[in-house]
């Protein structure tokens, strides 16, 4: 009796599934209870928390090269100098699509090189890059994504602290009566028309309550983050790419 090979040289030739980061990134987001430990939403984390000083940097860049390059229009130097500013924001742009790539899973291929003609001299060169759109989208992706990434950034810092804050309160909630003399956590404390407010998390239900509320934020932080670097993405996808 003869046993065939072809199931067997089948399965050898078949491509082996992604595994480790690429294949979390190609299964999408993960799901809601796993959400707050996957390593995906850590990535997205800090794709905003470090989108905070890249804007600052291409928001600073594109304005003050389009404003200097406008107000140099009368000039023959204002030409080069907004073909510069163009020039940067491709590279500006080709940097954020691989930022997109690593940390959002998001691959766009990028826009045709400008066509520059080589025998027609500086001046036909410097008239194909000002006529790229490609490089004018760019330039316009680095003023429209700063007040987002600021939000973005201020957002998911806040929720992804004060979630996990709040949720381990019971895990160091002995701290206070013991080293800060309060009661328990210091909700407020003020005085007011010659009246002291005060309220203080002490009881042990008081302290579960509040940690359920931790928690609560700690799994809606994933969607809240998850939304806003979706922002992102459709920014680059339709400035950044072809």
Known sequence: MSISAQPYAAAAAAPSAPSGPAAERS???PGFWRAPFAASTYREIGYTVASLPIAIVGFTFAVTMFSLGVGLFVTVLGLPVLAAALAGAR???AAE???A???LGLDVAGPAAVQTPRDAGAWAGMRARLSDGAGWRALLFQVVTFPTRVVSFVLSVTFLVTGWVVALLPVYSWVFP???DWPGYRVF?????GERHEFYLEAPVQIAGASLLGLVIVFLTPKLVRALT????AAVRSMLGK
């Open 27 to 29: 299964a999408g987001a």
């Open 91 to 93: 590279g500006l742009g």
């Open 97 to 99: 699509r691989g930022r």
């Open 101 to 103: 790539r690593s940390q």
């Open 178 to 180: 013991r080293y800060l």
């Open 189 to 193: 404390d003020y005085t007011s028309g």
């Open 230 to 233: 979706n922002i992102d993405r």
